[in-house]
Structures are given as C-alpha cells and as structure tokens.
C-alpha cells in the first residue's frame, strides 16, 4: 500500500463545490487502496482579504499577530474538507500545523520548518483516517503561530511527505503541469512528463509560478518525488525527481526568462586587486542582490564592470554605484533597466557541446544583439534588450525543437 501527500492549492478549494470535488477525488483513492495525507491551503483570496484586513487596522502589524491571522484561511478548508470526507463515509481528522508539530523557527511570515512528530499522524493512518492538515503553517519551540510565506503550504506538503516517507507528493493546483516555457509567450509550449529537482530550481522564474520554489529545494534535499497536476483535468502532470542515469536526457528542457532585470556598468575602474569587492561590497550592503557579474579584460590598466539586478533595485544601484565611482576614481557608471534575461536549462546539456553556440546563432538570425552571457553546468542565460524577449523565446523554442509533436 502506498502512502501519498496531495496538496490542493487555494482555486482548487476556493468554493463549497470545488472541496466536494476535492473529497469524491479524496474518496476514489482511498478506495484505489492508498493511504492518504491531505494538505490545504486557504480559499482563493482568503489570505490576501486577511492582509487587508490587517492593512485597515495597522500600517505595521506585529509580525507575531500577522501569523496568528493568516494561519486562520488554512484552518477553514481543513475542518471542510474534513466533513466533506466523513459525508462520503470517509474516516477522516483535520490538523492545524501546530498539532502535527510542524516545529519551525520563529521568523515570522517566512518560518522555515525544523521538525515534524511523524508519530500522532502514523497513528490516525493506521486507524484508517485520512489525515488533512493545514499548509503554509508551524508553531516555533515557544508554541507561537508561524507561517512559512506566500505559497507555503507547497512546502508543508513536500515536508509532511519527507517526514512520513511517502511514496509521492503531489500538488494539485490550476495548471497541468510544467511547460518548456511559458504559453503565453509561445503558445506551442509543451507540458513537460518529468524533470529534474535541479532543472526545476534552473527554471525558477517559470516554476515559481506553479511551485513555492523553496518546496522544490527540500523535495531535493530529501528525495521526494513532487508531481505537479491539474485538480481540474486528469492528466498525469509533471514529475519533478531525481536525475533517472539510465534514460537518455532531451538536451534541453525548457527555456525560462525573467522580465525584472536590470545592469548596472562602470567604466574604467583601476585594474588592480580587490576592486570588484569594493564595487560589490557596498552595494551588497544596500542589501541589493546581484545576479551576473561580468569583468572585462583590461586592455590598458583600467577595466569595465557590469552586474545585474532586479529592476526595482536599478536607482538605487545606480546611486551606489555612482558613489564608488568617485572613491575608485573611475571613469564613469552606466546602466540600462529595459533588459531580460532569458535561459536555456537542460541536465542533457552537461554531456553535449555546442549548445552555445546554436543558441547564439539563433539569436543572431534574429538580429538579437546578445548583451552578456553566463553559463553553469545546466544552464546558459543571455541578457538582451527587452523588446526582444518574446521573439528571441520563440526563436530559440523552435530551434530547439520543444514545441508539440
Ligand atoms: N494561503 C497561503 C497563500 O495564499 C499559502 C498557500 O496558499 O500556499 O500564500
Ligand atoms: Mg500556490
């Protein structure tokens, strides 16, 4: 018999008829034999309706008071659901995070979980219960409410499933699965069967959409195979699990881009030891994050520097930057907010040569003037000008083959 963790996301509970749906689903595979663990999140809007309660009250609301209201919308569907089971004649017993001791830290609004007491669930499956319990939620050593940021019930599924060894988790939620790349921007993307933990975290920027990225990370760290489905239609989803050694991998899976780039240059810097953590220390203690970093050789003494950030934190780089100009006596500081980065990821890439190179001559067909490139193991990312990300996406999706067969 196996034991599975399904987690239903806020759609897929959003009203009384769509948890009747959920519990017939429930029902049928309990019946195929499974043991079940059931993990919910809020119905749709609830959490952000409880933000702007909170928002009519206070402009700053204790972190400690916002983690006490928000763990409030999970508890609602798990008591629903909870009946809806015991309607069908289903055993079934609803927990909050804190009593299946989902123990976490105490950092409010993005706790992360430390323990779970496998036991007092081990005991309501044994007894033939399917056993709910509410996402996105723990209690620290103290007993406090913690909750484990947007989209955390993800986690909390992953994280059940790990602490119980379950054979699959699953999320259900309002897409099919994970596409090569996003179908709005090429509509003949394809919803991939499997891919690896490490292409998953590749593809953030498109999977951060359909998954808490941080419940990717721990299906990893503990080996937990996570099935992304829709609870809409049937369909066998995407698999997201561990590297299968034995099968031959598609060079590339899919192609992930993010609109929210910037870069930030400075030019003629001295050429010397210790300049590029002088640029960067400072703007690190903006609290600024960096993404490419790229350093040209010097020709004469002097050298240009270019990094990357999120777009919002683009003035504020730039006030820094100007800042370290005149302490390094450089010769002047650039930048460019309407730039993207877009990315090629695939675990096949590792044993094949020359991906490069199509996909800069593809863009090169084109006319996409290519403005910095960095690659790892599994990834080759371009930053180009914005008014090109959609059709340099198209571009590379069919050169690569990955459209629909
Ligand atoms: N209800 C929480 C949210 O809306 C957690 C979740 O849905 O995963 O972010
Ligand atoms: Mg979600």
């Known amino acids: 018999m196996a034991l599975i963790v399904q987690k239903f996301g806020g759609t897929s509970v959003g009203t009384v008829e769509r948890i009747q749906v959920v519990a017939d689903r429930v029902v049928r595979e309990r019946k195929a034999g499974n043991d079940m663990i059931i993990v919910v999140s809020a119905m749709s809007g609830e959490t952000n309706r409880l933000v702007g309660l909170a928002g009519e009250i206070s402009q700053r609301p204790a972190a400690r008071e916002m983690d006490v209201l928000l763990s409030t919308g999970e508890q609602v569907t798990i008591a629903l659901l909870s009946m809806a089971l015991e309607e069908r004649d289903c055993p079934a017993r609803s927990f909050t995070g804190g009593q299946v001791r989902i123990t976490t830290d105490n950092v409010h609004s993005k706790a992360r979980i430390k323990n779970i007491d496998a036991s007092r669930v081990r005991d309501d499956l044994d007894a033939g219960r399917v056993v709910i319990v509410a996402g996105f939620q723990g209690v620290d050593e103290q007993g406090n409410i913690t909750t484990l940021g947007r989209g955390g019930s993800d986690t909390t599924a992953v994280a059940m499933a790990a602490a119980l060894n379950a054979d699959e988790c699953q999320i259900y939620t309002d897409v099919d699965g994970v596409y090569t790349t996003d179908p709005r921007v090429v509509p003949e993307a394809r919803r991939l ?213």
Not at 218 to 223: C, D, I, T
Not at 338 to 355: D, E, P
Not at 360 to 374: H, Q
């Open 193 to 405: 069967p499997q891919i690896t933990y490490e292409e998953m975290l590749e593809m953030a920027s498109l999977g951060s959409k359909v998954l808490q990225i941080r419940s990717v990370e721990f299906a990893s760290k503990y080996n937990v195979p996570l099935r992304v489905l829709s609870s809409f239609e049937e369909g066998s989803g995407t698999l997201i699990s561990v590297e299968d050694k034995k099968m031959e991998q598609p060079l590339i899976s899919g192609i992930a881009f993010n609109r929210d780039e910037a870069k930030l240059t400075i030019l003629g810097v001295p050429d010397e030891p210790g300049v590029a953590s002088r640029i960067l220390g400072p703007v690190a203690d903006a609290n600024i994050e960096i993404d490419m970093i790229v350093q040209n050789v010097a020709a004469d003494s002097t050298t240009d520097f270019t990094f990357t950030v999120h777009r919002n934190d683009f003035e504020r780089g730039m006030e820094v930057l100007e800042q370290v100009a005149k302490e390094l006596g450089a010769r002047e500081v650039s930048g460019d907010d309407k730039i993207v980065k877009v990315s090629l990821v695939g675990v096949g890439m590792r044993s094949h040569a020359g991906i490069a190179s199509k996909m800069f001559s593809t863009l090169a067909e084109e006319s996409i003037n290519i403005r910095m490139i960095s690659t790892s193991e599994i990834k080759i990312s371009v930053v180009v000008d914005e008014k090109y990300l959609e059709l340099g996406v198209r571009a590379l999706h069919q050169a690569f083959d990955l459209e629909q067969e």
